[in-house]
């Protein structure tokens, strides 16, 4: 079946714009994370949705960065006000249940430069 | 606090030699560990995990990892390996309940060369 798939693959903006980023989680899967990846690093847990609500928000590095998953499906990482700093690949992994069976399947990530 | 550690950043190994890689974590409770690999381009592909049960697990690709409470490591290793498995590997420990259920904890990871 189809696994995480993620859009854009590549975004490049101006320090200041706001990007969004989708995530569409593998079919039936209740859980979405999204990770930030730098250069040279692990990835970085930045949120966890359980169904339409965030369970674990604890990640966001400040309030530029948001994340919506209305009907418990598509999710959509918001990020205001760009920074260089922010430039990364966000990653996103969904998994069928929560931390019981936390196996998470990632996509390919998005590249974000922010010039 | 909860950390994952894996000491060496770039290792080189020849074809059809064997290879460790390794892990540390602290967690202060029973962790779930996984493997991942990330090839250029690709996404994290999970290689192993261990929940519990038999501290040596088997995975994919022919790679095995041993959970070690009393060292607080989970090192991957390989009995020989191939050119195809130059990558990036990281270990990852995720949270077993409680409101940070869900996250993992990665390590910086190692990248694998393999010489012909």
């Known amino acids: 079946g189809a696994g995480v798939s993620q859009t854009p693959s590549n975004k490049v903006t101006e320090k200041g714009k706001y990007v969004e980023l989708r995530c569409d989680p593998i079919?039936?899967?209740?859980?979405l994370y999204w990770y930030r990846q730098s250069l040279g690093q692990g990835p970085e847990f930045l949120i966890y949705f359980q169904g339409t609500g965030a369970a674990d928000d604890s990640g966001l590095p400040n309030d530029r960065f948001f994340a919506v998953r209305p009907e418990g499906s598509v999710s959509t990482l918001k990020i205001q006000r760009t920074e260089r700093g922010d430039s990364a690949v966000y990653l996103c992994?969904?998994?069928?249940?929560?931390?019981?069976?936390?196996?998470?399947?990632f996509g390919p990530g998005t590249r974000l430069t922010v010039l | 606090a909860q950390s994952v550690t894996q000491p060496d950043i770039h290792i080189t190994v020849s074809e059809g030699a064997s290879l460790e890689l390794r892990c540390n974590y602290s967690?202060?409770?029973?962790?779930?560990l996984f493997w991942y690999v990330q090839s250029p381009g690709q996404g994290l592909q999970l290689l192993l995990k261990y929940f519990s049960g038999d501290t040596l697990v088997q995975g994919i690709k022919g790679f095995e990892a041993e959970f070690k409470r009393s060292q607080s490591s989970f090192n991957l290793r390989k009995p020989s390996v191939h050119w195809s498995d130059a990558a990036e590997y990281f270990c990852?420990?995720?949270?077993?309940?409680?409101?940070?259920?869900?996250?993992?904890?990665f390590g910086q990871g190692t990248e694998l060369s393999v010489k012909p």
């Open positions: 992994a969904s998994s069928r249940q929560g931390p019981g069976s936390n196996e998470q399947f």
């Open positions: 079919s039936g899967h209740t859980a």
């Open positions: 967690y202060g409770a029973t962790p779930y």
């Open positions: 990852a420990v995720g949270a077993v309940s409680g409101n940070q259920g869900g996250k993992l904890i």
